[in-house]
């Protein structure tokens, strides 16, 4: 399509720059003495090329635009998401299914590349785009997070379909099917796998605290799940460390037995247990790795000590409480401000709720013990530590919580930062906000549309002395929006956690530090953060750290940390299951410091416990997409039908580019070499 010109300039404009050009050219090149000698064709010549030049140039200092339209096509995607998770080849069928996602499937793509642009994915925990051949090493599978991202990475592609290979088993995430309902193209699944039920016993889960402390007993529940073993009897063990220390006989009554056994074990010292769960093998199991399941249990000194302190009963109250206690490293006590009986210097945190002047003393009190405190919806807006509030009447705002960016004190989870955007509004105080340079907001406040500087949720620490602040009233709406999303108070639990545990550990003084997770899943990459201090507490990164790491069989390993900004981080990728020690050694100046710890990469075994196929699941993803279902004979007939949907086509975009006629380079140098030639003619037939 050609261009369009667009004029802005009057007519006349344009007929002034005609006779501009042709009246400096006249004058050069008109009736002049120095032409007489001069061949007629050349003075036309430098005529003609000295009038067009200056009348372009004029042209060119008026507003015309080049219009174009420039159309763009983009073939449709179809992606190829493979199931890489260890379940898929887990039946006596791993050879077939590996061939079909080797060659058939390959040569389906092939056959369609053509028409279409292809895209693969491979999917466990994690997804990425590979055009490599699965291997099937992922310990989960999350196929609501592969919906996901493919929505937000592709969401402005033109995605004819999405064609799922899998055996529809699922052990991480959301039940798929909602979530496949927002997408806007359809889902043709393969079905892989065997969906016969297997004469099979199994450990179906097992429930423990994820910390014990020393000196105290904790229980373990060991689910089991027998499958057409109607009278039989099996025996369920547990041992510590390798040494049985419980076991239980069941007797099966039906094909499909579930039961449970409940074992009371002691923490004797603090350090790491392993724990291993073990059920018999009966003649005639198909899948005997179910059989037995460990976990860990890390085992600590003692709990902190918490003081819920409020001024009046209120619904936060309760929302507290329950998140406080369902974390086993804290001991709670709760109290109305007028009961109050201990002191608080026995408590490692005091939580204040409706804070008010009265309790100023009390506050005194915290500060000059160096007890962290945490105040949440304060009646006033004097004496919180960390911001100053200046407000001209006694008003309030709803406020919703919208992410600081900045914040690095902790972590929340992905979950919990996709999950604020539905947190509900609460009432807060309306004035000006001046956060302290010694604060660090974790939540602004949000007033309609417009997300201010205004903290909602802040931490300050001043001379070691940790303390928080939640302005909002109404917390208790959180929780409650938690439950209502997910069925559980899980994020609302972890927000809780993370504050509390920030808030009570105690600052380390040392010179050389390291931070790093006690237990970690085997497909979780293992890292280890490290700073080193000089004298003045300053941090420095001039030093090398060195770390030596031993398995469980004794075996080391050398390591390097690197160094970034003001740190130094070791970052291990995957390890294998089990028990590991190191020693990290630095030397800053003439002093010299080593750091002992543990940890424990844990097994992911949930790909194991289920191994029957889920094709109905896999069906109803087809199905909400108007997609279909198909199995590995069908696949000619998948590609019938992939190149004939009329749905799957093209997308042409067409783009408006509009252009000053100045900024055309082509102009600028035709401009040039008219110039030049009429200036090189003068040269050679005017010479001075």
């Known amino acids: ?14 007929v002034l720059s005609i006779l501009f050009g042709l009246g400096i050219a006249l004058w050069l090149y008109g009736k002049n003495k120095k032409n007489q000698n001069v061949p007629k064709i050349i003075v036309y010549s430098l005529f003609f090329l000295f009038f067009l030049s200056l009348s372009f140039i004029a042209f060119f200092l008026l507003s015309v635009f080049l219009k174009r339209v420039k159309n763009e096509t983009e ?3 179809i992606l190829f998401a493979l199931d890489n998770s260890s379940s898929v080849v887990s039946g006596a069928d791993s050879a077939a299914i590996k061939n079909i996602l080797d060659n058939k499937i390959s040569s389906l793509k092939k056959q369609i590349a053509e028409n279409y642009e292809i895209k693969t994915i491979l999917f466990g925990s994690k997804i990425r785009t590979s055009d490599e051949v699965p291997d099937f090493s992922e310990k989960e599978t999350d196929i609501e997070n592969l919906i996901q991202e493919v929505e937000n990475n592709y969401s402005n592609q ?9 055996d529809g088993i699922y052990n991480k995430g959301a039940n798929p099917v909602y979530v496949a309902e927002k997408i806007e193209f359809p889902i043709y699944c393969i079905a892989l796998g065997d969906t016969q039920e297997i004469k099979d016993v199994l450990i179906q889960k097992i429930n423990h605290n994820q910390i014990a402390f020393a000196g105290n007993n904790f229980p373990a529940e060991v689910i089991i799940n027998a499958k057409k073993f109607a009278g039989k009897e099996v025996s369920v063990s547990l041992s510590v460390n390798g040494i049985e220390k419980l076991k239980q006989n069941l007797k099966i009554n039906s094909d499909n037995y579930l039961s449970n056994c409940t074992f009371t074990l002691s923490a004797e010292q603090p350090g790491i247990l392993k724990c291993t769960a073990r059920v018999s093998t009966l003649e005639g199991e198909k899948n005997t790795a179910n059989n037995v399941q460990s976990f860990i249990v890390e085992v600590i000194d003692n709990k902190e000590k918490v003081l819920l302190l409020a001024n009046a009963p209120h619904p936060d109250i309760s929302a507290l409480r329950e998140a406080i206690l369902n974390n086993t490293s804290y001991q709670l006590d709760y109290s109305l401000t007028y009961d109050l009986k201990k002191p608080l210097k026995l408590y490692n945190l005091v939580i204040f709720h409706g804070f008010s002047n009265e309790q100023i003393a009390l506050l005194n009190d915290c500060k000059n013990n160096s007890i962290p405190f945490w105040i949440i919806s304060p009646l006033t807006t004097d004496n919180i530590p960390g911001v100053k509030i200046n407000s001209s009447y006694r008003g309030n705002n709803d406020a919703e919580a919208c992410t600081e960016e900045t914040f690095g004190l902790f972590n929340l989870s992905k979950e919990f930062k996709k999950f604020v955007s539905d947190l509900p509004a609460t009432k807060t105080y309306f004035g000006k906000y001046t956060l302290l340079n010694s604060s660090s907001s974790l939540f602004n406040q949000k007033i309609g549309e417009v997300e201010t500087k205004n903290p909602l949720f802040f931490f300050n620490d001043i001379n070691g002395l940790k303390t928080a602040c939640f302005l909002g009233d ?11 999303e997910h069925s559980n108070h899980n994020l609302f639990n972890e ?7 920030y808030l009570s550990v105690k600052n380390d003084k040392s010179f050389f530090r390291l931070a790093y997770p006690k237990i970690v899943n085997e497909n979780e990459a293992f890292e280890i953060n490290g700073e080193v201090y000089n004298k003045s ?4 990164t001039d030093p090398e750290v060195s770390l030596i790491l031993s398995n469980s069989e004794g075996k080391k390993y050398n390591y390097t940390f690197n160094k970034t900004a003001n740190s130094y981080k070791l970052n291990f990728g995957l390890l294998p299951p089990g028990e590991f020690s190191f020693e990290a050694k630095v030397k800053s100046g003439n002093d010299f410091f080593v750091k002992k710890g543990s940890f424990a990469i844990k097994e992911v075994v949930v ?7 889920n094709h109905h699941l896999l ?11 198909y199995y590995p004979n069908e696949l000619d007939q998948l590609k019938m039908n992939l190149l004939k949907n009329e749905r799957i086509k093209p997308v042409t975009y067409s783009q408006n580019t509009t252009t000053l006629l100045i900024d055309l380079k082509w102009l600028f140098w035709m401009v040039l070499i008219l110039l030049l030639g009429e200036w090189f003619l003068r040269k050679r037939y005017f010479p001075i």
């Open 75 to 77: 073939n449709p995607i």
């Open 1 to 14: 399509m050609f261009p369009k010109i667009i004029v802005n300039s009057p007519w006349y404009f344009f």
């Open 537 to 540: 507490y300053e941090l420095i």
């Open 619 to 629: 069906y109803q993803l087809s199905n909400r997409t108007d997609g279909e279902l």
């Open 474 to 484: 109404g917390l208790w709406k959180w929780n409650m929006r938690d439950f209502v």
């Open 158 to 166: 033109n995605i004819g379909a999405l064609v799922i290979a899998s």
């Open 495 to 501: 927000l809780v956690s993370k504050t509390i545990q």
């Open 607 to 613: 790909e194991k416990i289920n191994t029957v196929a």
